[in-house]
Nanobody
Framework: QVQLVESGGGLVQAGGSLRLSCAAS????????VGWFRQAPGKEREFVAA??????????ESADSVKGRFTISRDNAKNTVYLQMSSLKPEDTAVYYC???????????????????WGQGTQVTVSS
């Protein structure tokens, strides 16, 4: 299995940027799909972005609400996945979680139940 630790959350003004990190230990990320989810108070956990391996390179997916503002990437040497967030809005305020699942090539799950391993979450608060 794999253990995940998120970091990089905090308080930022609208229009600002943050970079979240998800560091893995226990196993290499090479054969795992990794997703970012977020959950605001009183709301269901929602999909943000995901990255998985492919035979000819990484495959990416992101929610329509963050396209053009958030970018997911990975550093295999560090076993770390990043979520670069820019042009932040108050509605982006939530606890952000990273999740992983052992997967075949091109797997990009959008549902929380698709993932087996979860980090503890990191709070992102965007003020207006």
């Amino acid at each position: 299995q794999v253990q995940l630790v998120e970091s990089g959350g905090g308080l930022v003004q609208a229009g600002g940027s943050l970079r979240l990190s998800c560091a893995a230990s226990g196993r290499t990320f090479r054969n795992y799909a990794v997703g970012w989810f977020r959950q605001a108070p009183g709301k269901e956990r929602e999909f943000v972005a995901a990255i998985s391996w492919g035979w000819s390179g990484d495959n990416l997916e992101s929610a329509d609400s963050v396209k053009g503002r958030f970018t997911i990437s990975r550093d295999n040497a560090k076993n770390t996945v990043y979520l670069q967030m820019s042009s932040l809005k108050p509605e982006d305020t939530a606890v952000y979680y990273c999740a992983a699942v052992l997967s075949g090539a091109y797997y990009l799950g959008r549902r929380a139940t698709d993932y087996s391993y979860w980090g503890q979450g990191t709070q992102v608060t965007v003020s207006s």
